[in-house]
T-cell receptor, first 114, second 115 residues
Framework: GAVVSQHPSWVICKSGTSVKIECRSLDFQATTMFWYRQFPKQSLMLMATSNEGSKATYEQGVEKDKFLINHASLTLSTLTVTSAHPEDSSFYIC??????????FGPGTRLTVL | DQQVKQNSPSLSVQEGRISILNCDYTNSMFDYFLWYKKYPAEGPTFLISISSIKDKNEDGRFTVFLNKSAKHLSLHIVPSQPGDSAVYFCAASVAGGTSYGKLTFGQGTILTVHP
């Protein structure tokens, strides 16, 4: 399978600060990347879809100005949680897809906002 | 609106026996289905998938069955091993169009395989 990495694996920040999460496809070119969040004991909820070089498409209810997504290259996408609040605390997972193939997931990033 | 549902939050099975995980969906546009395995604080790992043109796909100990008329799929693991203990998610997607590749996940089922 293909390898997707995320950095950092966990982060604790103060309320009001911004946090950037990186997602990298290590051994393939991800033409599309997906960002999910998972609350405890709940399903993975798709937040947005990004194609390399174009603007991300956000799911209904996800604030695009709060969750900034950049997919500048075929191997890197970033999610920036701006002005984070405690309710943004969650497990964020990215998924990368090459062409029309399977989607491979990163190990996730645990965000805790104090 | 939960379009993909896994109604059993947990399942406990004895080692060597069969594990059957179930998943139902409501969106008739879904035509590609996947099963993922997930450990706590890790990303999901792909297990097996099935296209809507098939009713069965097998890969080693894992078999996925699809019943389109019932909008139901199941994952069979046989024989079950303690290392299979994890959370299992089913996911569905629509081929083509702007929704291509977007996965809708079920709530997950915690599988525990006892030695």
């Amino acid at each position: 399978g293909a390898v997707v990495s995320q950095h950092p694996s966990w982060v604790i920040c103060k309320s009001g600060t911004s946090v950037k999460i990186e997602c990298r496809s290590l051994d393939f070119q991800a033409t599309t990347m997906f960002w999910y969040r998972q609350f405890p004991k709940q399903s993975l909820m798709l937040m947005a879809t990004s194609n390399e070089g174009s603007k991300a498409t956000y799911e209904q209810g996800v604030e695009k100005d709060k969750f900034l997504i950049n997919h500048a290259s075929l191997t890197l996408s970033t999610l920036t949680v701006t002005s984070a609040h405690p309710e943004d605390s969650s497990f964020y997972i990215c998924g990368g897809r090459r062409g029309l193939g399977e989607q491979f997931f990163g190990p996730g990033t645990r965000l805790t906002v104090l | 609106d939960q379009q993909v549902k896994q109604n059993s939050p947990s399942l406990s099975v004895q080692e060597g026996r069969i594990s059957i995980l179930n998943c139902d969906y409501t969106n008739s546009m879904f035509d590609y289905f996947l099963w993922y395995k997930k450990y706590p604080a890790e990303g999901p790992t792909f297990l097996i998938s099935i296209s809507s043109i098939k009713d069965k796909n097998e890969d080693g100990r894992f078999t996925v069955f699809l019943n389109k008329s019932a909008k139901h799929l199941s994952l069979h693991i046989v024989p079950s091993q303690p290392g299979d203990s994890a959370v299992y998610f089913c996911a569905a997607s629509v081929a083509g169009g702007t929704s291509y590749g977007k996965l809708t996940f079920g709530q997950g089922t915690i599988l525990t395989v006892h030695p």
